[in-house]
């Protein structure tokens, strides 16, 4: 596609529900990242793909948090049992390959608001 | 362990001012920084990077950024402010080289406010 695209845009739910972030990469780009933002913690990392693989998911933030990538394109983040503090923009971004000098092309994000 | 610092949460200026965005690295290895901007309700849009080479990089909508290694800053300025440039501005440096991962880390943000 021309450009990184999430879904939903919003998202409000109640403390305890599951939810799923999607994230669709530019196509032909092999490596996918989540980001999450919010007023108190700026833009944190919390994981990287490779195609399908997942090297790094260092950034995740409790065992709550999981994302999955498949056929090297759509990514979903899941969150279990959401938390207040789990409210933020999340954003996801692509690159072509994976390494440290490409541009991350980023997506507009999905706003979740857990209430 | 790689971070930037971003010296001010908030920057005003008069429209047609120069803009000085101040970034600060701290990195063990020779770093690729980058600096991002984004706009209400958006994502980050790329306004420049430095990888190798030339020290002085120009990015779009007139921004350059000039990468000092003995003050191991990486400044983004604008000769000339234009209303549109409001918005907020990331500094991050890559990390993961030679790890075969990437991730980067970011500043802050600076908000940019120009007035007419």
């Known amino acids: 596609g021309a450009g990184v695209s999430q879904s939903p845009s919003n998202k409000v739910t109640e403390k305890g529900k599951d939810v799923e972030l999607r994230c669709d990469p530019i196509?032909?780009?092999?490596?996918l990242y989540w980001y999450r933002q919010s007023l108190g913690q700026g833009l944190e990392f919390l994981i990287y793909?490779?195609?399908?693989?997942?090297?790094?998911k260092s950034g995740l933030p409790s065992d709550r948090f999981s994302a999955e990538r498949t056929g090297g394109s759509v990514s979903t983040l899941t969150i279990q049992r959401t938390q207040q503090e789990d409210s933020a923009v999340y954003l996801c971004?692509?690159?072509?390959?994976?390494?440290?000098?490409?541009?991350?092309?980023f997506g507009p994000g999905t706003r979740l608001t857990v209430l | 362990a790689q971070s930037v610092t971003q010296l001010g949460s908030h920057v005003s200026v008069s429209e047609g001012a120069l803009v000085l965005l101040r970034c600060n690295y701290s990195?063990?290895?020779?770093?690729?920084l980058f600096w991002y901007v984004q706009y209400p309700n958006q994502g980050l849009q790329l306004l420049l990077k430095?990888?190798?080479?030339?020290?002085l990089v120009k990015g779009i909508n007139g921004f350059e950024a000039e990468f000092k290694k003995s003050e191991t800053s990486f400044h983004l300025t604008k000769p000339s402010a234009h209303m549109s440039d409001a918005a907020e501005y990331f500094c991050?440096?890559?990390?993961?080289?030679?790890?075969?991962?990437?991730?980067?880390?970011f500043g802050t943000g600076t908000r940019l406010l120009v007035s007419p």
């Open positions: 971004a692509s690159s072509q390959v994976g390494g440290p000098a490409d541009t991350q092309y």
């Open positions: 196509s032909g780009h092999t490596a």
């Open positions: 793909f490779q195609g399908n693989s997942a090297p790094d």
């Open positions: 990195s063990s290895v020779p770093p690729y």
């Open positions: 430095y990888t190798t080479g030339a020290t």
């Open positions: 991050a440096v890559s990390v993961g080289v030679n790890t075969g991962f990437q991730k980067l880390v």
